[in-house]
């Protein structure tokens, strides 16, 4: 069992070696994962302990293929591994996360039957991942995690969300666009996840509506057309798909209205296990009352991180954001996919949608 003392993993299998790329004391607000696209636990943590002319990277804890972990920082110390990145507004994630380093090849690359890495090494084919990334690239070779490795990743996010109190658990391709797709697909991101945000609730993260009117929209922007009349402050919503600027979300209660809303006038609400959540539609078919609400079922670690991934298979093992308005993904460590029902209401007026322009 893993513990935190004094900001240092404290734990079976946790070992200590400071290096010496760091920057001052924080507050940690996420949890960034990564992959070392390197050859093994050792070398990376050389690596990111050597102090370089230039480059030089960083992390606070370094995890190993077989659930060895060695902390390189206190987790109030800043640590350099998110580089030029920005999340809900928030720019430059090293003065804000935690950063997290699985030991993983990263991204493959076929020599005719051989799978090989940057640094020239053949993976076999049962330790590789033939899946497409979900911010798009088509299907590609990639490094699999061991089984291992995501039930200690999911261990390690648990703990630390619970400890900080940390805001979300993302993977350095969300916070680096088109720049960087580590921890990939072979990584059970949304998984993992939603199992530590959900620690301690059976829910999924709950929002609260910040602005006095705040348009939900059918799709990520602005520019798409408000699916109902606005809400009002204080309304609750339940996170479905976070992105940066915008996320996906259902409002709580009995009814079937989701869509998009800014991320600037939403703010989380603390988790709580009897809090109310959004009934699914066969839930809600068959529901005596409109106050009836059912707990959503959970799931071990292991099935929360989804198959190991130490097979071939050719779709990506994380789900995808949707890929069109409107599409939704829903569950605490599974996925499930539906239309969303489009909610027609009272229209906005002119002026309120240039009010709300941003949202």
Not at 82 to 99: F, T
Request: hydrophobic letters at 40%; proline letters at 7%.
């Amino acid at each position: 069992m893993l513990r935190i003392e004094n900001h240092r993993l404290v734990g079976e299998g946790v070992t200590f070696r400071a290096t010496p790329n760091v920057g001052g004391s924080y507050q940690p607000r996420f949890v960034v994962l990564h992959y070392t696209a390197g050859r093994n636990l050792e070398s990376s943590v050389e690596s990111l302990c050597t102090r370089k002319p230039q480059g030089n990277a960083s992390a606070h804890i370094v995890l190993g293929r077989d659930g060895r972990i060695v902390q390189l920082a206190p987790f109030n110390t800043v640590t350099w591994h998110a580089g030029v990145s920005q999340w809900n507004g928030l720019n430059g994630l090293n003065h804000h996360a935690i950063g997290i380093e699985m030991d993983n090849a990263g991204l493959l690359h076929r020599e005719g039957e051989r799978f090989v890495a940057w640094f020239g090494k053949a993976y076999p084919e049962n330790e590789v991942l033939v899946a497409a990334h979900r911010h798009g690239g088509g299907p590609q070779p990639w490094h699999a995690y061991t089984e291992a490795q995501i039930t200690r990743a999911l261990e390690l996010c648990e703990l630390l969300v619970a400890h900080y109190r940390l805001e979300d658990v993302l993977g350095h391709e969300d916070i680096a666009r088109g720049r960087k797709s580590d921890p990939g697909p072979a990584f059970p991101l949304a998984a993992v996840r939603s199992r530590a945000l959900g620690r301690g609730a059976d829910v999924q993260p709950r929002l609260q509506v910040t602005a006095s009117k705040l348009n939900i929209r059918s799709g990520p922007g602005a520019e798409f057309p408000a699916v109902a009349p606005a809400l009002k402050r204080g309304a609750e919503l339940l996170l479905i798909t976070p992105q940066d600027r915008w996320s996906f979300v259902a409002v709580v209660g009995v009814t079937d209205l989701e869509g998009w809303v800014c991320n600037d006038f939403i703010e989380r609400l603390p988790a709580s296990r009897s809090a109310a959540r959004v009934l699914s539609r066969s839930e809600r078919s068959t529901a005596p009352s409109p106050a009836r609400s059912r707990a959503a079922p959970t799931r071990s670690a292991p099935a929360a991180a989804a198959q190991p991934a130490t097979r071939k298979r050719a779709s990506a093992a994380a789900p995808k954001a949707p890929s069109q308005p409107g599409a939704r993904t829903r569950g605490t460590a599974g996925t499930r996919t539906t239309a969303a029902k489009t909610t027609t209401g009272t229209a906005t007026t002119r002026s309120t949608r240039a009010k709300a322009s941003r949202r």
